[in-house]
Nanobody, 127 residues
């Protein structure tokens, strides 16, 4: 399974962006998937993770009510809708997928990923 992130950019505080994670080589049917971010000088952290099989979703506290993770089966793409963006959301955003035995919360809490991280997509929130 190969994943490629896109959709980042420069946005003003309070703005919105939708990130996409296009999958190829396999489908996003039987995995746990997640979005992660890494700001300069900080550790990578889990932002939103979802167990595809049972639909359980986990969000980092600081993004609850602002970010929404979703999947489009037809497009085999994972999305992250980000609203009411704040300067502290500035980071490179990555997506990942792990076997379904890992829960969404564990994936996010541990920034779990068994494959090489992709290049990510830069999100900059600034006025």
């Amino acid at each position: 399974l190969q994943l490629v992130e896109s959709g980042g950019g420069l946005v003003r505080p309070g703005g919105s962006l939708r990130l996409a994670c296009a999958a190829s080589g396999s489908t996003l049917d039987d995995v746990t998937v997640g979005w992660f971010r890494q700001a300069p000088g900080k550790k990578r952290e889990g932002v939103a993770c979802m167990d595809i099989r049972d639909g359980i979703i986990y969000y980092k506290d600081s993004v609850k009510e602002r970010f929404t993770i979703s999947r489009d089966m037809a497009e085999n793409t994972l999305y992250l809708q980000m609203n009411t963006l704040k300067p502290e959301d500035t980071a490179v955003y990555y997506c990942a997928a792990v076997p379904p035995r890992w829960s969404a919360q564990v994936m996010c809490d541990l920034s779990l990923n068994f494959d090489p991280w992709g290049q990510g997509t830069q999100v900059t929130v600034s006025s």
